[in-house]
């Protein structure tokens, strides 16, 4: 015979304790059967909330308990529950876990035992509860036995044999009688408002997507700062703008389980390893720990903060101003570009792009503007020009544009330091000439 099976109810029984206890068991497992296949990891807190009073007298306890036990029995103390008896913490308890336990059911054996602690070891305790028949106009109050479930506290380093339990938290010290509890160590939950440190791990994620969102947008469109994006930077708008939402759905849902949070995070920790340029691949985070939140979440977090972290890189626009036919200067604001930029020139004009290849570094001198008018005069070479086949991403690509790179290990660059401008002269007739000059900051 099953310790579950239906009880056979039929005319002429002669009704047993056993009977109702047979009813109650095969209810349960009915109900445990039925759920427990709905969601993997189904127990943990639900509510916890720690009697801070008690951690400073040198002992550990509970305002309020309510989850699942991994056997999927429920409890709600105080309000339909016993509270556990706080514990006493010793001096050298750090580094033990706390853990909530319920001894495990015994089958043909006592399950119930009396008040307080007598029979301690039972499963459930035997309380007294006043109610109203609800079914009689009069409301006729009855004093009823009823079984609670014997919660208790333990501190170890792993589960008490025999018994059901949930880890609560993480005794980091104790000292002159004062208990302090690692605050980056949350409880088995159930859902992510158990503790802040869940609802911290996807919050951090959603301010960091949201500062990296705002980046990458006003980069796109801001035409000072290049003019637009590569593709994998619109990749990774489309990343974020698809994940964003789904995470803020989660947060303002509140009651979600860890799990899932786990798998959109390790989701977009896989996406956005895709623009990770020395892995290209995403880590092995190895399996999810129900019991272990703190441990499976921070690789996944610290990825995912890295990988959002990489540098869009910004390149300056520096505006060209016509100051004689033929000759432009920059103003360079920030000095420190000199010393911390790579400096490109943008050429469009109506001519072949094989042409102007060739011919743009003959035909352009740049250098210090103290100096263009001796190096235009006397025909002095500039500083020297390098056609660049692949631009910085952080400039727009125009197909029908040609990029060069300003040489800075040119001697003459070190004089650009007092210069109050940069001077270009072109000594070229191109149609529809068009130059831009920009500056990237190196990383």
């Given at each position: 015979?099953?310790?579950?099976?239906?009880?056979?109810?039929?005319?002429?029984?002669?009704?047993?304790?056993?009977?109702?206890?047979?009813?109650?068991?095969?209810?349960?497992?009915?109900?445990q059967a039925r759920t427990s296949v709905l969601s993997p990891y189904p127990w943990g807190m639900i509510e916890m909330k720690i009697d801070r009073?008690?951690?400073?007298?040198?002992?550990?306890?509970?305002?309020?308990?309510?989850?699942?036990?991994?056997?999927?029995?429920?409890?709600?103390?105080?309000?339909?529950?016993?509270?556990?008896?706080?514990?006493?913490?010793?001096?050298?308890?750090?580094?033990?876990?706390?853990?909530?336990?319920?001894?495990?059911?015994?089958?043909?054996?006592?399950?119930?035992?009396?008040?307080?602690?007598?029979?301690?070891?039972?499963?459930?305790?035997?309380?007294?509860?006043?109610?109203?028949?609800?079914?009689?106009?009069?409301?006729?109050?009855?004093?009823?036995?009823?079984?609670?479930?014997?919660?208790?506290?333990?501190?170890?380093?792993?589960?008490?044999?025999?018994?059901?339990?949930?880890?609560?938290?993480?005794?980091?010290?104790?000292?002159?009688?004062?208990?302090?509890?690692?605050?980056?160590?949350?409880?088995?939950?159930?859902?992510?408002?158990?503790?802040?440190?869940?609802?911290?791990?996807?919050?951090?994620?959603?301010?960091?997507?949201?500062?990296?969102?705002?980046?990458?947008?006003?980069?796109?469109?801001?035409?000072?700062?290049?003019?637009?994006?590569?593709?994998?930077?619109?990749?990774?708008?489309?990343?974020?703008?698809?994940?964003?939402?789904?995470?803020?759905?989660?947060?303002?849902?509140?009651?979600?389980?860890?799990?899932?949070?786990?798998?959109?995070?390790?989701?977009?920790?896989?996406?956005?390893?895709?623009?990770?340029?020395?892995?290209?691949?995403?880590?092995?985070?190895?399996?999810?720990?129900?019991?272990?939140?703190r441990d499976v979440f921070t690789p996944v977090v610290q990825d995912i903060q890295r990988l959002l972290s990489r540098d869009v890189g910004r390149?300056?626009?520096?505006?060209?101003?016509?100051?004689?036919?033929?000759?432009?200067?920059?103003?360079?604001?920030?000095?420190?570009?000199?010393?911390?930029?790579?400096?490109?020139?943008?050429?469009?004009?109506?001519?072949?792009?094989?042409?102007?290849?060739?011919?743009?570094?003959?035909?352009?001198?740049?250098?210090?503007?103290?100096?263009?008018?001796?190096?235009?005069?006397?025909?002095?070479?500039?500083?020297?020009?390098?056609?660049?086949?692949n631009p910085p991403r952080q400039i727009r690509v125009v197909a029908k544009n040609v990029y060069f790179l300003v040489d800075k290990s040119s001697?003459?660059?070190?004089?650009?330091?007092?210069?109050?401008?940069?001077?270009?002269?072109?000594?070229?007739?191109?149609?529809?000439?068009?130059?831009?000059?920009?500056?990237?900051?190196?990383?």
């Amino acid at each position: 015979m099953s310790w579950f099976s239906k009880v056979a109810w039929k005319e002429g029984l002669f009704l047993q304790p056993q009977h109702l206890q047979q009813a109650d068991r095969y209810v349960e497992k009915l109900v445990q059967a039925r759920t427990s296949v709905l969601s993997p990891y189904p127990w943990g807190m639900i509510e916890m909330k720690i009697d801070r009073d008690l951690t400073q007298q040198g002992r550990f306890g509970l305002r309020s308990a309510v989850g699942l036990m991994p056997d999927g029995t429920p409890f709600d103390a105080p309000n339909a529950d016993v509270l556990p008896t706080p514990v006493s913490v010793p001096d050298d308890a750090a580094g033990l876990t706390i853990w909530l336990t319920l001894p495990d059911a015994a089958q043909n054996g006592q399950d119930v035992g009396g008040p307080g602690g007598s029979s301690a070891g039972t499963r459930y305790r035997i309380e007294t509860e006043t109610v109203a028949d609800n079914a009689s106009a009069t409301r006729v109050e009855q004093t009823i036995e009823i079984a609670v479930p014997r919660l208790e506290l333990a501190l170890r380093k792993s589960p008490r044999e025999g018994y059901q339990s949930i880890p609560l938290g993480r005794i980091t010290e104790v000292r002159d009688g004062v208990v302090s509890i690692d605050d980056t160590v949350p409880p088995t939950g159930l859902i992510l408002t158990v503790h802040p440190a869940y609802e911290g791990y996807l919050t951090r994620v959603i301010g960091w997507m949201e500062a990296k969102l705002e980046n990458l947008a006003r980069f796109a469109s801001d035409p000072s700062s290049g003019g637009g994006m590569q593709a994998s930077d619109y990749l990774m708008l489309m990343v974020l703008n698809r994940e964003l939402p789904i995470l803020r759905h989660l947060n303002q849902c509140g009651k979600v389980h860890p799990e899932r949070l786990y798998e959109k995070l390790i989701g977009l920790a896989g996406e956005l390893a895709t623009f990770d340029q020395n892995e290209r691949h995403v880590a092995d985070y190895g399996p999810y720990d129900h019991d272990n939140a703190r441990d499976v979440f921070t690789p996944v977090v610290q990825d995912i903060q890295r990988l959002l972290s990489r540098d869009v890189g910004r390149a300056v626009r520096l505006p060209l101003k016509e100051v004689r036919p033929g000759s432009f200067a920059a103003l360079v604001n920030d000095r420190s570009l000199f010393s911390q930029a790579t400096f490109v020139v943008e050429v469009s004009s109506g001519l072949p792009l094989t042409q102007v290849q060739q011919q743009f570094p003959q035909l352009c001198k740049v250098g210090p503007s103290t100096r263009m008018k001796e190096i235009i005069n006397n025909n002095l070479p500039g500083v020297p020009l390098m056609h660049l086949p692949n631009p910085p991403r952080q400039i727009r690509v125009v197909a029908k544009n040609v990029y060069f790179l300003v040489d800075k290990s040119s001697d003459l660059w070190r004089e650009f330091s007092v210069a109050p401008a940069i001077g270009m002269h072109f000594a070229g007739n191109w149609p529809d000439l068009k130059l831009e000059l920009w500056a990237i900051p190196e990383q």
